[in-house]
C-alpha cells in the first residue's frame, strides 16, 4: 500500500493549471441554445397571467416555457419534500423564483426576450423572516403539506405546523431537575445569518432529449439522485436518463442534490434542441444558501464543572421551498449538545417556510449552526465557576467507546486529544502577547461532532487492461477536493501499482456504478472502501492467476509494485497475470465493490457512518476602538483515522478555515421585508480574500485507524468550517467581547464593546 | 452596430468584426474557444476571467472586445509552454495550491503581471496584489506559498 499515506501529486493539477480541464460552461453542443429566466419580481403573490406572446416572436426565440407547458407531467420535485414547481405554478412565494424560460440561439437574444414577458401578479402578504413567518395568522408560504421525497432519510414526517415544515427533537433524563439542582445556568439567544456558499462556478447544466433518451451535462454533486428525480419528473427509467458530470468549480453543498437540472430539461424537451442554463451569481444566490437560524440555549452545570444539563430549541430558515432543510434541521439538533456527557437533553429544531430565496446544504451544516452557541456557553460556564476552559472539556467531553445518541454510532474519536492540540497550537497557556492600546486579544478553543457519511451505499468498479493500465468507475463528483487523487491512490494502495497508472474520470450514469452522493464527508470512507473492495477483487484473480502459473500456494504471494512474487523472488507483472488468464493480448480483470448497510436499515438514525470531528483553536485581537477583529492564529485539527493523502486533508481544512473565517466575521446575506435580496453581487457579499489569511494557520492530522473507511480511515473537511466560528466566538469573548449575534462585523463588535463599556 | 478588432492574442494575428458591445470574455470563449478564462462574479471582483492586456491584468467579463482593437492579448493558453508557466507549475504542484482549478487560470495570469514588475515580492505584497483573485477552495496559503516562491527574492 505504498500510494496510501503519501501526498502524491493530484491527479488534475497539470491539466488545471494549464486551463484544459472542463467544467460544464465549457461545453458547445452543436444545435445548442441558450437558455434566460424570468424571475418573480415580488416575493409572494398569485399568478393571474403570463403572456409570452411577444416573447415567443423576438429574433432568434425558439421557445419559451411556463407552467402551461408541465400540464402532462406530475411537475413537482424536492428530495425531502416534493414541494417545488419546476417553474412557478399559480403562485410565486419569493423574489427571484423562476416563473418562465426562454431558449435562443444566443445568451443576449433569450436574455433580451425574457424582458418581453407579461407576467400579471396578485400581490399576498410576505413572511420574509422567522418572525414573520412564525407570528401568529403569518401569511402561508404553503397551503398545502407537500408529499414526502425520495431521499430525505427522516423516517416518518410529521404534518405541518403553520410554515414549520419539519421539526426535530429529543429528550433526555430529568431536564427540569437538572436545571432546578445546578450552581450554574448560562442562557441566551443566538442568531446566525444566511450565508451564500460561493462556488466559484456558478450551476450550470445541459439538457438535450435524443431518441427519447435525456442526457443531462451538469455541475451536480450527486448525479445518481439527480437521475432519480428527473426520471420520476418525466415520468422515464432511470437508464433513460443519463447524468455526466464534467470537473466541478467548487461545490461546498450548494450543487448537492437538485438545483437546475428540472427546469432545463424541461425548456430542452419544448425546444427540441440542446439548451444550456448557466447562472449568473445573483441567480445562484437564490438558488440555494446556508439557513439562516435563530436559536434560543440553556446550559446547566455543578459547581465543580459537571455538565447537568442543556435544554435548546432552534429555528432554521429554509426560505420558499424545503430543499435540504429537513436534514440540515435535524443535523443541527444532533449538534445541539456538543460531544459531552449530558445526564438531561431537551433539544429541538424546527425548519421553517419564508418568502425567501430556498436554503440547503452548505459544508458542515448544522454543526457550523450550532457548535459556536453551545461551545460559547461551556466557555460562560467555566468563567462563572473559574474552571479553566480546557479542564471543563476534558472533564466532560466523551470518551470513545460511549454513547453519543442513543441507538447510534458511539464515539470513534479521541476528542480529547485533538482539543489539547488545537489549544497547544494557538498558544494556550501561553502569557498573552502585548496588544496595542485600545486593542485586546483573546484564544479560545471548540470541539464538536458531525454525523456524516450519509446513506451508506456505495459501488465502485476497478478494471485492468491486458497492458496493466487501472480504471476506476466511482460516482463521486470531483469538487475540487481531490477525489480522483485519493481513489487511484486506494487502488494503487491495494493492486501495489504506480499511483500514475490508475486513470478516474467524471461520473457518467450509464457506466459508472451508483454512489449516493458527494457530501457528508463521505467519499473516502463509503465510496472510497467500494473503490478498496473492487480492487481487491482484482488482486484476488490476479493472486489465483499467479499461483497457478508461478505453482505456489497463493498464501505465499505477495502484491509488489506492478506485480505478483513468489517467495523465491519469482515475479510476474500485472500485464503478464492478464494476458496468461486470457490467453491471449486482450481481456481484463473487471473487480465490483459494494458498501450497502450492514445489518440495519441504513437510517440515519441508526449511524451515522462515523463522526467527523469538529475541532479548532482561535488567537483574535480586537481593536476597541473600530470593533475590527484581526484573527492572528487558527488552529484546526483533522481526525481523520488514517490520511491518504495528508496534503489533500490539509488543504481541505485550510480551505474550510477561511470558510469558517468569512462564515464568522463578514458573511451575510440581507434580505429586505419586502423579501429582496439587498446584497446579490460580490461587490455587496464578500468573501475572503488573500489578505485575511491569518498570519498563523495550523492543521493537525490525527491517524489513529479509527475509521471504518479503507486503511482506517475517515472523512474530513467539513469539521473546520463549524469549529472556526466557535473558536474565534470564544476567542473574542475571552477578550473580553463575549457575543451572540454572528457575523461579527465591526459595528456589531464596536456596539457590544460599548455596551460592555470595555477599551 | 459591429466595430472590427485587430488584435494579437497569444502571438497570433486576429481580426474579427464584433458587435460593439461585446464582452472581451465572451469574444475570446465562444467566438475564439479559448475556455482558460472562466465566467463567475461579472463585477470585477473575483478575478477568473482574468487576461493579460498589454501585459495588465483585466478582468475580460468587464472589457469590450473593441477595445483590444491594436493590443496584445494573453490568456492561458498563450502561458502555456513559457517558462513562467513551467515555473508556476512546478510551484502549485508542489504545494497542491490547485483544488477545483476555477480560478487558477486567473491566478497565474495575475502573477505573471506581478513577476513582470520585477521579483523580490514579499508576502504582504503579494496578498495585496493578489485581492482581485479570489479562490474559495484552498484558504489561499498554498497558492501564497507557491507565489512567494516565484516572485519572491530568492527565485
Known amino acids: ?759 | 452596430m459591429t466595430e472590427t478588432v485587430r488584435t494579437t492574442i497569444n502571438g497570433e494575428k486576429v481580426v474579427a468584426e464584433v458587435p460593439a458591445e461585446l464582452l472581451l470574455l465572451d469574444f475570446l470563449r465562444d467566438r475564439l474557444g479559448l475556455t482558460g478564462a472562466k465566467q463567475s462574479c461579472e463585477v470585477q471582483v473575483c478575478g477568473v476571467c482574468t487576461v493579460l492586456v498589454d501585459g495588465d491584468p483585466v478582468s475580460s467579463c468587464c472589457f469590450l472586445a473593441a477595445d483590444v482593437d491594436g493590443r496584445e492579448v494573453e490568456t492561458i493558453e498563450g502561458l502555456v509552454g513559457s517558462d513562467f508557466h513551467r515555473r508556476a507549475v512546478e510551484a502549485f504542484m508542489r504545494h497542491a495550491a490547485v483544488q477545483c482549478g476555477f480560478c487558477t487560470a486567473g491566478m497565474l495570469l495575475t502573477a505573471k503581471a506581478l513577476a513582470s514588475r520585477g521579483t523580490g515580492w514579499d508576502r504582504a505584497g503579494i496578498a495585496e496584489a493578489m485581492s482581485g483573485n479570489l479562490c474559495r477552495c484552498t484558504g489561499y496559503r498554498s497558492i501564497l506559498d507557491s507565489l512567494a516562491e516565484l516572485l519572491g527574492a530568492t527565485s
Request: charged residues 20%; aromatic residues 6%; contains cysteine.
Open chain 1, 1 to 759: 500500500m505504498t500510494a496510501v499515506g503519501q501526498s502524491v501529486e493530484r491527479a488534475d493539477g497539470r491539466l488545471k493549471l494549464a486551463g484544459q480541464a472542463e467544467f460544464t460552461g465549457d461545453i458547445r453542443m452543436p444545435g445548442m441554445l441558450y437558455g434566460a429566466i424570468l424571475h418573480s419580481p415580488v416575493a409572494h403573490a398569485r399568478i393571474r397571467s403570463v403572456d409570452v406572446t411577444a416573447a415567443e416572436k423576438a429574433g432568434g426565440v425558439v421557445a419559451v416555457l411556463t407552467a402551461e407547458d408541465l400540464s402532462d407531467l406530475d411537475p413537482y420535485y424536492g428530495h425531502a419534500l416534493r414541494d417545488r414547481p419546476v417553474v412557478a405554478l399559480g403562485k410565486v412565494r419569493f423574489l427571484g423564483e423562476p416563473v418562465a424560460v426562454v431558449a435562443a440561439e444566443s445568451q443576449a437574444a433569450a436574455d433580451a426576450a425574457v424582458a418581453l414577458i407579461d407576467v400579471e401578479y396578485a400581490e399576498l402578504p410576505i413572511a420574509a423572516s422567522l418572525e414573520t413567518a412564525l407570528a401568529q395568522q403569518a401569511p402561508l408560504v404553503h397551503e398545502k403539506r407537500a408529499r414526502p421525497g425520495r431521499a430525505h432519510g427522516l423516517g416518518d414526517l410529521p404534518d405541518a405546523d403553520g410554515n414549520i415544515c419539519y421539526s426535530y427533537s429529543f429528550r433526555r433524563g430529568d431536564v427540569d431537575g437538572a436545571f432546578a439542582g445546578a450552581a450554574v445556568v448560562v442562557e441566551g439567544e443566538y442568531t446566525f445569518p444566511a450565508v451564500y456558499q460561493y462556488s466559484m462556478e456558478t450551476h450550470t447544466t445541459i439538457a438535450h432529449w435524443h431518441g427519447g433518451e435525456l442526457t443531462l451535462w451538469s455541475s451536480c454533486q450527486h448525479p445518481f439522485l439527480v437521475r432519480q428525480e428527473i426520471a420520476v419528473l418525466f415520468g422515464l427509467p432511470l437508464d433513460l436518463v443519463r447524468v455526466i458530470v464534467p470537473f466541478l468549480g467548487g461545490g461546498f453543498g450548494s450543487k448537492s442534490y437538485t438545483k437546475m437540472e428540472p427546469l432545463t430539461a424541461a425548456i430542452a424537451r419544448k425546444a427540441g434542441r440542446p439548451v444550456r442554463i448557466l447562472n449568473a451569481v445573483h441567480e445562484s444566490m437564490i438558488t440555494t444558501r446556508r439557513h439562516n437560524m435563530t436559536c434560543r440555549m440553556r446550559t446547566a452545570a455543578a459547581a465543580d464543572g459537571t455538565l447537568l444539563g442543556r435544554s435548546a430549541e432552534a429555528w432554521l430558515d429554509t426560505g420558499a421551498y424545503a430543499d435540504n432543510g429537513p436534514r440540515v434541521t435535524a443535523t443541527a439538533g444532533d449538534a445541539a449538545p456538543g460531544p459531552y456527557r449530558w445526564p438531561a437533553l431537551d433539544i429541538t429544531a424546527h425548519c421553517v417556510y419564508t418568502n425567501t430565496g430556498p436554503a440547503g446544504s452548505y459544508r458542515a451544516f448544522g454543526a457550523t449552526h450550532l457548535q459556536w452557541i453551545g461551545e460559547s456557553q461551556l466557555d460562560e460556564v467555566a468563567r462563572r465557576l473559574r474552571v479553566d476552559r480546557l479542564e471543563i472539556r476534558r472533564r466532560n467531553l466523551l470518551r470513545p467507546g460511549e454513547e453519543v445518541r442513543p441507538g447510534g454510532k458511539p464515539l470513534d474519536a479521541d476528542l480529547i486529544g485533538d482539543v489539547e492540540k488545537a489549544a497547544i497550537n494557538v498558544g494556550w497557556g501561553e502569557p498573552p502577547a502585548r496588544s496595542a492600546d485600545k486593542k485586546r486579544r483573546g484564544r479560545g478553543v471548540s470541539v464538536g461532532l458531525l454525523a456524516a457519511g450519509a446513506h451508506p451505499v456505495s459501488m465502485a468498479t476497478v478494471r485492468m487492461g491486458p497492458d496493466g493500465s487501472v480504471t476506476v468507475l466511482v460516482g463521486t463528483t470531483e469538487l475540487g477536493q481531490g477525489a480522483r487523487t485519493v481513489m487511484a491512490q486506494i487502488a494503487a494502495g491495494v493492486l501495489g501499482t504506480p499511483v500514475t497508472s490508475v486513470v478516474v474520470r467524471g461520473t457518467d450514469t450509464r457506466y459508472t456504478p451508483y454512489d449516493r452522493s458527494t457530501g457528508a464527508s463521505r467519499s473516502t470512507t463509503v465510496a472510497g472502501l467500494a473503490v478498496q473492495r473492487a480492487a481487491q477483487n482484482v488482486l484476488d484473480a490476479l493472486l489465483e492467476t499467479a499461483a497457478a502459473r508461478l505453482e505456489a500456494p497463493p498464501q505465499l504471494l505477495t502484491p509488489v509494485a506492478g506485480g505478483i512474487a513468489d517467495a523465491g523472488g519469482r515475479t510476474m507483472t500485472h500485464a503478464e497475470l492478464v494476458r496468461a488468464r486470457f490467453g491471449f493480448d486482450g481481456g481484463e480483470l473487471i473487480g465490483h465493490g459494494r458498501v450497502q448497510p450492514e445489518g440495519g436499515s441504513g437510517s440515519y438514525a441508526e449511524g451515522p457512518v462515523f463522526w467527523e470531528v469538529c475541532v479548532a483553536g482561535a488567537e483574535v485581537e480586537v481593536d476597541t476602538e473600530t470593533g475590527v477583529i484581526t484573527v492572528l492564529r487558527t488552529a484546526t485539527v483533522a481526525d481523520v483515522g488514517q490520511a491518504i493523502n495528508p496534503q489533500l486533508v490539509a488543504r481541505q481544512d485550510e480551505g474550510a478555515t477561511l470558510q469558517g473565517l468569512g462564515n464568522a466575521l463578514f458573511e451575510e446575506m440581507h434580505v429586505a421585508p419586502d423579501g429582496m435580496l439587498l446584497n446579490d453581487t460580490l461587490l455587496s457579499y464578500r468573501i475572503p480574500a488573500f489578505r485575511d489569511l491569518p498570519a498563523a494557520m495550523t492543521c493537525s492530522i490525527v491517524e489513529n485507524g479509527d475509521g471504518p473507511g479503507p486503511f482506517g480511515a475517515k472523512g474530513c473537511g467539513e469539521g473546520a468550517l463549524a469549529a472556526v466560528p466557535a473558536a474565534i466566538v470564544n476567542a473574542l469573548a475571552d477578550a473580553g467581547v463575549p457575543m451572540n449575534v454572528l457575523p461579527l462585523t465591526p459595528e456589531r463588535v464596536w456596539r457590544r464593546i460599548q455596551e460592555l463599556k470595555i477599551g
